[in-house]
């Protein structure tokens, strides 16, 4: 808009659009940069945290299937000795009842080690989820904190510029046709030009990566 100014009321048609848009309340760049900062120290805190607590946690659960699956197997082993003993002796009614409920009894610790197995397994596969899922996004995480003090900063230099320019025209009827005021508005808007590029090509590429995960899991 600054650079259609013809007439005065032209001018002072700017002078008010600039003012306008400099004085609008979301205007919050100090804030925003340091949000922005926070966000991108705790996002690179939280992931190698995370990943120590897959990694730990991957190994608690490797270490109880293991211990299960030898409880598991020692108990096979012991019922099968029984069925030997009450399938392969004549003993007295009282020893082979004997025989029979110990052998119940290790077949119902068998049944409960084996659920305790398959929660175990079923723990081990969400979380093997669950870490599939954050490989997944972590190309996403990568180029949102390269990205995010960029962002804090568009805002913050986009208002300044609209001050200048609002001062420049405040100070100077013929500014609009003062080349070295042209010359600033032709300078902004190149620097602006490469910043839009940039934020096009930034939403392209999670647009992209978005759609090859969906494309990948189907």
């Not at 096979?76 to 399938?87: A, K, T």
């Not at 609002?166 to 003062?178: E, G, K, Y």
Request: proline share 2%; hydrophobic share 40%.
């Amino acid at each position: 808009m600054v650079e259609i100014i013809v007439t005065e009321q032209d001018r002072k048609d700017v002078i008010l659009e600039l003012q306008v848009f400099i004085d609008e309340k979301h205007d919050k760049s100090q804030e925003m940069s340091q949000a922005f900062q926070d966000l991108k120290r705790d996002i690179e805190t939280f992931i190698p945290n995370f990943n120590e607590f897959i990694a730990d946690t991957g190994a608690e659960l490797a270490a109880e299937a293991k211990k299960l699956q030898a409880e598991i197997d020692s108990l096979w082993s012991q019922i099968r000795v029984l069925d030997q003993q009450i399938l392969g002796v004549i003993v007295a009614g009282s020893v082979l009842a004997a025989y029979q409920a110990e052998h119940d009894d290790k077949m119902s610790q068998l049944w409960g080690k084996e659920k305790e197995l398959a929660t175990v397994n079923e723990k081990q596969q969400a979380l093997a989820y669950l870490q599939s899922q954050s490989d997944g996004v972590k190309p996403e995480i990568d180029l949102i904190c390269e990205k995010l003090i960029l962002f804090a900063e568009i805002w913050s230099s986009v208002r300044s510029q609209a001050v200048q320019f609002r001062n420049f025209l405040q100070a100077s009827t013929n500014s609009p046709t003062n080349l070295g005021f042209k010359k600033q508005v032709r300078l902004a808007r190149k620097v602006c030009i490469p910043l839009e590029a940039g934020l096009e090509k930034y939403a392209t590429q999670l647009e992209n990566r978005q759609k090859e995960k969906a494309a990948a899991q189907n």
